[in-house]
């Protein structure tokens, strides 16, 4: 519950443009969703997505099965006030990602900016992992973005673990195969720069 109560203290009592990693469009994620050449009705889920403008987005180019997950209920309503009757459109789920139980391949994406590196012990990253393999289809993709090795050391007052490609694609291991990384520079609301690394994955499993 501490997790909880520090990521709904952030949603409010901050404006969500103004917190470090607001993108008015996350094109990086929008892009490589894109290259994945999914159809429209394939089924995204967006972790930690609670207050991105990713899933505006994902509508507008017209996918049709989208869901958000997010472990605060005040980012998830932000994200519904804005999206007004689109709302509706939307799964919404609130929960931790190392605990909550999703269905068994449910889904073709699994998109996940700047979650994973929150994640500071093994036992919390082995729980995320073994959620992707439930809940991702045979063949699926997974985008996971997280702070790069010149990355920053903590974010919104936490820790963060700080990962290259090969170190993160290494968290996932042997049932992912990388398809590409990629890197981002991400200019905060304030003007800094955070150093972002990205890893797109099919799963292998069967």
């Not at 949603?11 to 969500?16: A, D």
């Not at 990086?28 to 972790?47: K, N």
């Not at 139980?101 to 990253?125: G, I, K, M, N």
């Not at 090795?149 to 993160?168: F, H, I, K, T």
Request: charged share 20%; net charge negative; aromatic share 8%.
């Amino acid at each position: 519950m501490q997790q909880k109560d520090h990521w709904e203290q952030v949603y409010s009592t901050k404006p969500t443009t103004g917190v470090s990693w607001f993108q008015e469009h996350a094109t990086q994620s929008l892009r490589l969703i894109a290259e994945a050449g999914i159809p429209m009705s394939a089924s995204i889920l967006d972790v930690g997505g609670g207050a991105s403008t990713l899933v505006d987005d994902l509508l507008t180019e017209g996918y049709r099965s989208l869901a958000v997950l997010d472990i605060s209920t005040a980012a998830l309503k932000a994200s519904q006030t804005r999206l007004g009757p689109n709302a509706d459109k939307i799964q919404w789920l609130v929960g931790d990602i190392t605990s909550i139980e999703l269905p068994d391949h449910a889904y073709d994406v699994w998109h996940d900016r700047a979650v994973f590196h929150f994640l500071t012990s093994p036992e919390q990253r082995q729980a995320y992992v073994h959620r992707v393999l439930r809940a991702v289809k045979p063949g699926g993709h997974i985008i996971v973005s997280t702070f790069d090795e010149d990355g920053p050391l903590q974010c919104s007052g936490l820790p963060v673990m700080r990962y290259s490609a090969d170190g993160l694609h290494a968290e996932f291991g042997n049932p992912f195969e990388l398809v590409r990384h990629e890197k981002e520079e991400h200019r905060t609301p304030s003007g800094g720069v955070q150093k972002f690394v990205y890893c797109y994955c099919r799963v292998q499993h069967s």
